[in-house]
């Protein structure tokens, strides 16, 4: 949502010098950086990520390609992102969730996007709209107290009164 709501204000500083495609691009790019911080469950994790975003962002920035090759690139670094340091899950799962938010987001940008203020506010609203979807993808659960095993417990608690007797 903020990243919706920020994009007018970058593209009407940035779009008289690199124009709307070229501000755009580094819009994807630098909400890349600042994303992982925000969704971290740790602070650590987050300065991790944001590094790593950062790195595998550069040289994409350096290479100043289109917008639309920026958009199609942002979902990758994302899905390393969040899959390596942020929210790591065995690998297959990873790439399945990854692909599809990816996809899912690419296809919302392709349809929404037009170099303008309009179109390029619109579509990173939608592209980041979609990838807030993954704080719904379920992640490892902790077990609670009641979900581990009855006879556990029973001999959990039947050793703790053994104990308390032989003192």
Known sequence: MV????APLWLLL??????YEGGSALYALGLLVV?????SPDRRRGVVAAVL???LAA?????????????????LVLGVVRG?????????R?????MVFAFASLLVVAILYEPGLFGVTLSAWGFWLVQAGHALVPGDRAVNESETDPFERAHAAALAILDRRSV
């Open 35 to 39: 994303y992982p911080p925000f969704v």
């Open 59 to 75: 040289p994409v920035a350096l290479l100043r390609p289109d917008a639309l090759v920026v958009l199609a690139v942002v979902p």
């Open 94 to 98: 990873t790439l399945a969730y990854e």
């Open 3 to 6: 990243a919706g709501l920020g």
């Open 14 to 19: 940035t779009a008289p010098r690199l124009g």
């Open 53 to 55: 975003a950062a790195l």
């Open 84 to 92: 390596a340091v942020l929210f790591p899950r065995p690998l297959a």
